[in-house]
């Protein structure tokens, strides 16, 4: 066994080492220039995106989640104990009713301000 673990932390430690060393690390002008399909770039690429994105995005992937932790719900209702189950998805739906009804207080679904 601590021959496996020290084999692990040898290879481990000599492929971080080569990849560290292995890429040149002198950017030129063409690898720093934005990519647009051949044609020359009209803007900047790196423009900060506004946190709203990322917030609608959360807030999507966030229900998209309670949607799947649902889906089974009608044939658990079939079990011995449909009870648990109501207790369990009633939680669920719950904690994100409130986190929902939190966002919205704190303004953070607002678009514009």
């Given amino acids: ?9 040898l290879m481990s430690t000599i492929l971080t080492i080569i990849c560290f060393w292995l890429p040149l690390t ?15 770039p009209h803007g900047s690429a790196r423009l900060p995106y506004s946190i709203r994105f990322f917030l609608v995005a959360i807030l999507f992937l966030l229900f998209d989640l309670e949607i799947a932790l649902l889906l089974p719900t009608p044939w658990t209702l ?14 669920i739906i719950i904690l994100l009713t409130i986190g929902l009804a939190y966002e919205w207080r704190q303004g953070g679904l607002e678009w514009a301000e």
């Fill in 78 to 91: 079939q079990l011995h104990d449909p009870i648990t189950t109501f207790i369990w998805t009633s939680t």
């Fill in 26 to 40: 002198s950017p030129d002008t063409e690898k720093l220039s934005p990519y647009e399909c051949g044609f020359d």
């Fill in 1 to 9: 066994m601590t021959l496996f673990f020290s084999m692990t932390l």
